[in-house]
T-cell receptor, first 113, second 116 residues
Framework: KNQVEQSPQSLIILEGKNCTLQ??????????LRWYKQDTGRGPVSLTI?????NTKSNGRYTATLDADTKQSSLHITASQLSDSASYIC????????????FGDGTTLTVKP | EAQVTQNPRYLITVTGKKLTVTCSQN?????MSWYRQDPGLGLRQIYY???????DKGDVPEGYKVSRKEKRNFPLILESPSPNQTSLYFC???????????????FGPGTRLTVL
């Protein structure tokens, strides 16, 4: 079982709508959590990074939240655009072991006109 | 432009024929890493390097080799490729990597490898 679980696996929404992606993790001890956006056939691009003491971080229309007590994070996308269609990957870095990172399987978001 | 480059971008080869995928970054980053991405399995780390001449195994190192003779380059070597190494490969780099590092990791464009 992956130590970083993302849901849903895929999501289809209409342009202009909001959506929320979930990430639950069991990685311990915790160092930080990152959200990446990966367009088809391209490398992931960092959206946000949060440490233990941060519970929200925004990057334009993307807002990530973190609850380190329940080990849950979410990525909220506001007023979606067609260009938001991509895979969104949650990555949790461990607080030991040279900062080993564990990747979630990603949520595939499709935004339709 | 700050970037991570990989070559080739696409490669079709046959079982047992040695190949090298190159990775280069122009950001003077200390940390570099190789990942493979397979459907349903997400990104898995193959090898990483904390600095020149310092490399270590990731989660799936079997069948791969790396070297870090200079800071900017981190080639991935498949001595005897097999079909189960057919995958999408990404190289990545970041400024440094301590346990608490929040440095952004920059990914290359990917290399799609098919081993027949």
């Amino acid at each position: 079982k992956n130590q970083v679980e993302q849901s849903p696996q895929s999501l289809i929404i209409l342009e202009g709508k909001n959506c929320t992606l979930q990430c639950n993790y069991t990685v311990s001890p915790f160092s930080n959590l990152r959200w990446y956006k990966q367009d088809t056939g391209r490398g992931p691009v960092s959206l946000t990074i949060m440490t233990f003491s941060e519970n929200t971080k925004s990057n334009g229309r993307y807002t990530a939240t973190l609850d380190a007590d329940t080990k849950q994070s979410s990525l909220h996308i506001t007023a979606s655009q067609l260009s938001d269609s991509a895979s969104y990957i949650c990555v949790v870095r461990k607080g030991t072991n040279a900062g080993k990172s564990t990747f979630g399987d990603g949520t595939t978001l499709t935004v339709k006109p | 432009e700050a970037q991570v480059t990989q070559n080739p971008r696409y490669l079709i080869t046959v079982t047992g024929k040695k190949l090298t995928v190159t990775c280069s970054q122009n950001m003077n980053h200390e940390y570099m890493s190789w990942y493979r991405q397979d459907p349903g399995l997400g990104l898995r780390q193959i090898y990483y390097s904390m600095n020149v001449e310092v490399t270590d195994k990731g989660d799936v190192p079997e069948g791969y080799k790396v070297s870090r003779k200079e800071k900017r380059n981190f080639p991935l070597i498949l001595e005897s490729p097999s079909p189960n190494q057919t995958s999408l490969y990404f190289c990545a780099s970041s400024l440094a990597r301590g346990t608490g590092s929040t440095d952004t990791q920059y990914f290359g464009p990917g290399t799609r490898l098919t081993v027949l």
